[in-house]
């Protein structure tokens, strides 16, 4: 559920969250003053925790030893087609 950010009328403000299908807040729960929903951008992420890496979740599920292993052993694929860069300019006399 998302949290929407309320500002009262004297100013301050505070957080609720609440179902995207809520009707907005009228009235301060706390202290009873004529609110109105701020609106904002909003984060999208949220980091927790000691420290988050682009690594952490790129390719779940996938280890990079298994795709060096296929193209050392023979597994067909766009690695083991390719010609080495030296191949390529002696062929062309570069």
């Known amino acids: 559920m998302p949290t929407y950010e309320y500002k009262r009328e004297d100013g301050t403000t505070f957080d609720v969250i609440q179902k995207m299908s809520d009707d907005p807040l009228k009235i301060c729960p706390e202290t009873g003053q004529k609110v109105k929903r ?11 925790g000691e420290g988050w890496y682009v690594t952490d979740y790129k390719d ?33 006399g570069a």
């Open 60 to 92: 779940r599920g996938k280890k990079p030893a298994a795709k060096s292993e296929s193209s050392s052993n023979g597994a067909p694929g766009a690695a083991s087609e390719v010609k080495p860069a030296a191949d390529h300019n002696s062929k062309t």
């Open 38 to 48: 701020v609106i904002s951008g909003g984060s999208g992420v949220v980091y927790k």
